[in-house]
Every structure is written in structure tokens, then in C-alpha cells.
């Protein structure tokens, strides 16, 4: 073997044991859920700050008793509030333990709204998919018919049995402590079951019956937005209908992606820069000395969470760790 091939098969030896050391880190990252800790000063000055514990994307099943025992533990937190932004299962099998996950969140105030994988099993799809503009275009009807449904109206029920609103649609209130927070709601746009609830008639300056509204920088009060998928024309609804802060899931944080670079998908027509954490819709986030970050009253903090699962035919991540948020709504300066 002369020099040039030798060269070139330790070239190619190279490659593919970085591959295969990627491929184990990926799916070793997968299983190592992290907490994220966030402050947004977006409330009016003087307001006693909200925690909110956003939860999405679990894609749970009978194999997943690794992350029910994680997310359990959150209850330690003690938040003001738990929010679940969809996609619960993978399979049916995994309905067991996604009571079992949340039940000690339960004794919370929380609100929920339904991703796809609420709807219908996880089927294979080819991973190129999510390269193109529009992923769905790529789906093949044959599989998507190889989907099962999955026990939709059983993972709302028993949240709403534990006192959790359910905006799927829809508008609602929740109390923390003796104030009240306005909510509002969308089923998943990833497969356009998204129908923007229209304003209550004659609606007051209070959020509910629970006490006098938490009041947002902007003077009003305040209103937090649920959705699965973060599509823009949900943002920008959203944002019309006065929303001060919208939590979403959906994009797995990219899932796959590339230190420096980010994530290389959204799996929607969000851009790559939002495809995890917090930002304003449509402008940017203005940092403060403090470590919190400040939003512009005229536009609407967005958090995309990276979610706790992955896809059972997909249980990868790379430089994207799973992921629970705490997010701590605290008075802006005065």
C-alpha cells in the first residue's frame, strides 16, 4: 500500500470514528434534560413577580421512565404556574406516564394546550424532510395513514380534572395567589387546527374572577398566549390580539445543531434564530445590567421551548439539550 492510500484511508478512519463518537454523544445528550433559568422584566413596576414553569414536547412512552422521574422533581420548584405546550406521546403506551410525570405539578395553577403528537402516533419520516421550506410537503399519505390516534380527549381531560385550563381555541383565565393572568389559546398550526378565539364581548380590565389582574409593563393587563407550533401567522394573531408574552414548542430547539451556528431547522416558518428561548416578535429583546432581559412594550416576547423528547425513530440531540424553563416574570424598572 503506497503512502497516498494510507493517508487516505486514515482520512476516511478519521471521519467515520467522528461519526460515530457524534452519533454516541447525541444520544447519550438526549437523556440529559436540563433546567433553563430565565427573568423577563415585563411587568409594570411594582408588580411581585410570576414564575412559570413551561414544559412541551415530551413525545412520551412506556420506555420514557428516565424523564418521568426528571420532570416530577420539578414540582421541588414550586412555581406560580405550569404551562404544557403539547406533544405529549409518542405511542399510546406512553399515557401512563405522562400521568404519572405530572401529577405532582398538578397541585399548581397550570393551563395546556394539544400538539399533533396529542392527535396521532410519531411514523417514521425521512430526516431530509425538514431541509425543505415547508416540511409537510414531503410527507408521504401512505404513512401518514400508518398513524394511529391517539387518546386526545383522555390527555386533556385529566388535566382539566386537575384544575388546568385548556385553551385549545380558546380564552380563560388562571389565579396566582389573589391575582389573575388573561390567557389565550391555539390548537397545533403544524396541522392547521389553529382557529384564533375571537375577544369576549364587552371584556373587562380584569383577567377572571381570581382578584385583580397582574398588570404588564405595558399598563394592561396581563395576557399570556399558548401554542404548539410557533407558525408566524400565530405570532402575529398573537400579538394583535395584545398578547404580552407567548410560550411555544414545536421545534425541538432545531434538535441537530451546530455550535456557533445554531439550529438547522424549525420544522416550521419560524427563522433559525428563535428556534429556542426568548425573543421579541417582531424585534429584538433589549438586555439589562441585572441579567434579565427587557422587551419594547409595543412587541410581544416569544419563548420557544427545545422541549424534553425526541421522535422514537429520531432519539437524538446534538448541542441541544432537552429542556424544562423557568421563567420569572418580574417588574421592569421603574
Known amino acids: 500500500m503506497n503512502g497516498g492510500s494510507r493517508r487516505a484511508l486514515c482520512t476516511l478512519g478519521g471521519v467515520v470514528g467522528l461519526g460515530l463518537g457524534a452519533l454516541g454523544w447525541s ?21 411581585e413577580p410570576v414564575r412559570i414553569l413551561h414544559l412541551s414536547d415530551m413525545h412520551l412512552s412506556s420506555n420514557s421512565q428516565w424523564l418521568v422521574d426528571w420532570v416530577r422533581d420539578l414540582a421541588d420548584l414550586r412555581p406560580d404556574v405550569v404551562v404544557n405546550t403539547g406533544d405529549n406521546l409518542a405511542f399510546a403506551d406512553g ?26 402516533t410519531t411514523v417514521f419520516k425521512s430526516p431530509t424532510r425538514y431541509l425543505r421550506e415547508d416540511p409537510r410537503t414531503a410527507d408521504d399519505p401512505a404513512e401518514l395513514s400508518e398513524r394511529v390516534e391517539l387518546p386526545s380527549d383522555e390527555i386533556r381531560q385529566f388535566q382539566i380534572e386537575a384544575g388546568w385550563v385548556d385553551l385549545t381555541n380558546a380564552r380563560g383565565h388562571l389565579t396566582v395567589g389573589e391575582r389573575s393572568l388573561e390567557l389565550v389559546g391555539v390548537d397545533d398550526a403544524h396541522v392547521d387546527k389553529d382557529v384564533f378565539p375571537a375577544a369576549a364581548a364587552g371584556a373587562s380590565s380584569r383577567a377572571g374572577d381570581g382578584g385583580a389582574a397582574v398588570i404588564s409593563v405595558s399598563g394592561r393587563p396581563f395576557r399570556l398566549g399558548l401554542a404548539h407550533a410557533p407558525y408566524k401567522r400565530v405570532l402575529d394573531a398573537m400579538r394583535a390580539d395584545g398578547v404580552d408574552l407567548l410560550l411555544a414548542g414545536h ?5 441537530l445543531c451546530l455550535p456557533g451556528y445554531g439550529a438547522l431547522v424549525t420544522n416550521c416558518d419560524l427563522d433559525r ?29 416569544l419563548h420557544v421551548s427545545a422541549g424534553l423528547g425526541t421522535s422514537p425513530f429520531t432519539p437524538v440531540r446534538f448541542a441541544c439539550r432537552p429542556e424544562a424553563t423557568l421563567l420569572t416574570l418580574a417588574a421592569a424598572p421603574a
Open 95 to 120: 399515557l401512563i406516564n405522562l400521568r404519572e410525570a405530572l401529577e405532582p405539578l398538578t397541585a399548581f395553577s397550570g393551563a395546556f394546550v394539544l400538539g399533533d403528537h396529542d392527535y396521532h
Open 27 to 47: 444520544l447519550l445528550e438526549a437523556r440529559r434534560p436540563v433546567l433553563r433559568q430565565v427573568e423577563l422584566a415585563c411587568l409594570a413596576p411594582g408588580e
Open 251 to 255: 421545534t425541538h430547539g432545531g434538535q
Open 273 to 301: 434564530s428563535r428556534a429556542s428561548g426568548v425573543s421579541a416578535w417582531p424585534g429584538e429583546l433589549v438586555p439589562s445590567g441585572n441579567g434579565t432581559a427587557v422587551a419594547n412594550a409595543d412587541e410581544m416576547l
